[in-house]
Every structure is written in structure tokens, then in C-alpha cells.
């Protein structure tokens, strides 16, 4: 029986030779070259194939090269028994009674600052310390009774909540995505924002998508914007629309992609200042990039016009956007019959997807290329 991990690199079609090489490349592309020699590293895949050897810190990197997670290429590890401390019910009641308006607005800080970095890093950089931020925010909850406290650390921790599920989706984890993006929601109600909710259900209609249901996320898109009502922003009503539409091209509907697009870009309002929702970044760059993806999946001729406007006004911050708006280019030429097109765009994707370590592009990229050979 073969490996995990072989028959990844069997996927591939790459000998233990050419993986070496190329992991040695994708390290030094990240300003962390690999101090093994060649030959020496082909010997460790060879060890790890055959369980003789732990990947240890080449984990994150054999993952980002084949696009698979850690339990994909059967790197998951028995974690020990978690010993939970016992901790005195006043001493965690005195320590949320700390939490103060300004020690909400740090928290507020820490996630805008953790949501920049990953926009420009990727998921990889930050998936943890949202973690962690999320942890923390969830244990105050968890002790704070106080009613205007709790609503304001409900909002921040709703916000955190979702940024980690998209982390964690972006890294291929769909399960693990669908509970934070729950405690979104969950945070979202006990903070009686509407906009909170409606932002987490629509999020969270992705990871119907990545696994194939897109059915159920039309469903569940359009409870997001049932539960959105006219309570909403300008911009956020924009993104519902769009999201919508993206559920509707997946699941084969035609008008009612067109319709949810024509009404995303009706809605999208002249100033796209964020200071309201500053977890969407949408404008006219963005959403026409959005309308290009769209009409990419119903296989529309216009999609490569909207998807080569966006690309002219990429903004150099955002990295992961720039990953898919290649993918979509390479998919669209591949449908027009360029090859030699198709297979440029996606390379450029793939080696942004690889730079930010997002699995769930460099799926969607290997699909592409696929298709392409």
C-alpha cells in the first residue's frame, strides 16, 4: 500500500528527484532555503513515504507544493490528552471584569491588524494567533454577564470568528471552518448586528461550495440575505448580491446569477469606505473581478473582458485576490482554446497561491491546469 504522501507525488506525475528540486525552490522563494542537500532531501520524502520519518518542519511546505492538507498527505498526529486546568469560577469572573471598553477596542485592533496581515502574508502567517485571539475572546464571553459588555465583545469576537474560518478555509480545512464560521454566527445574534450574521452565513456558503453542495449554499445565501433585511450597509448588500450570484453560477441557475449580479452592481454604492464593515474590501476593482469569476462558472464568453479590466487595477496588497483572479483568466483562456495562455496565468497563480499558502486556490489552480494539459 502506498502512501499519502507517494501517492500525491504520484498525482503529479513528479519522480522523488523533481520533488526535491522543487521543494528546495519553493523554501528559497520564501526567503527559507532548505540547508539539506539535494540527494539528501530526495532520502528524507523517500523516509517519509514509507513512515520512517516525520515530515517535522517540511509539513507546511510539502502541503503548499502538492496543495493538500496534513491529514491529505497522512501527516495527522495524535495529539496528547488535553489536561484542563481547574480554575476558580471568581478568579475567571474577576478577570472579565477587566474587560472595559477600551480593552474591547485593543481586541477590535488586534483582529483589523491580524486581518491586513493576512490579505498581504496568506493564511499561514496568521491562522494561529486569530486562533488564539478567537480562544481568548470566547473564555471572557464565557464569564462576562454583564448585558452591554457582553453585545460589545460579541461583536468583535463575531468578527474574529469569521476571519479565522476564511483563514481556515483558505488552508483546506472545510470542517474546521464551518464551526467558526457557526460561533460567528452565533456571536453575531448575541450582538444584535444584524450585518455580523448575515456576513458569517454568506462566508460560510463557501464551504458548501468546496465540498460540492451548491444547492444547499444557495439555500443558505439566501437565508443571508433574508436575515439582512434593509438593516444592512450599502456595501455589505453589494457582497450578499454578489456571494449569491457565485451560489447561483455553482448550481447551474442562470438568471437568477444574472439577476443577484446586475442588482450587486446597482447596490454597490460611490464611496466603498469600509469604517462600517471593515471585514469586506469591495469596490469597483474588486466587484468586477467578483463578475468575472461568476461568469467564468456559466462558462459566458465576457467573463476574460471583466477578468483583464480587474487585473489591470490589481492592488499589489492583495495577494490571495490576485492568486484567483490568475486562475480565472487561466480558466476562461482554457475555455477559448490558448493553451499556452491558460498555462501562464495559472503558473502565475499558483505561485502566488504557494506565496500566501492557500490549499484551497492551489486546488482549484492544479484543476485548471488539468484541464489545460
Known sequence: MTSALRDARDAHGWTLEQTAARLIRLAESRGAPISASRASLRQMISDMERGRRKPGHYKPLLCDLFGRTPDELGFAEEQPPTVTPVVDLGEMLTRASAVTPTAIADLQRQVDGLRALDRQLGSPAVVEPTRQLVRT??????????????????????????????????????????????LARTAGLESGRPELLAHAMGEQ???????????????????????????????LQTWLQAAA?????????????????????????????????????LDEWHLERWRGNILAKLGDSAALDSLLVALDGTPATYVRATAALHCDIAQSLAV??????????????????????SIRQLRRIEAVMKRTA
Open 137 to 182: 475572546m470566547q473564555e471572557l464571553m464565557a464569564h462576562v454577564f454583564a448585558g452591554g459588555t457582553r453585545q460589545a465583545l460579541a461583536v468583535v469576537l463575531s468578527d474574529a470568528a469569521a476571519l479565522n474560518a476564511w483563514q481556515v478555509l483558505n488552508a483546506g480545512d472545510v470542517r474546521q471552518a464551518w464551526e467558526l464560521h457557526n
Open 205 to 235: 456558503t463557501y464551504g458548501l461550495l468546496d465540498i460540492g453542495r451548491p444547492a444547499d449554499a444557495v439555500q443558505l445565501a439566501e437565508a443571508a440575505r433574508e436575515a439582512a433585511g434593509n438593516r444592512v450597509p450599502p456595501l
Open 245 to 281: 450570484a457565485e451560489a447561483y453560477a455553482s448550481a447551474g441557475d442562470a438568471a437568477s446569477c444574472r439577476t443577484a449580479l446586475d442588482a450587486a452592481a446597482r447596490s454597490l454604492p460611490q464611496d466603498t469606505d469600509n469604517t462600517e464593515t471593515p471585514y469586506l474590501s
Open 336 to 357: 477559448r482554446g490558448d493553451r499556452a495562455g491558460s498555462l501562464r496565468h495559472a503558473q502565475q497563480a499558483r505561485t502566488l497561491a504557494r506565496q500566501t499558502g
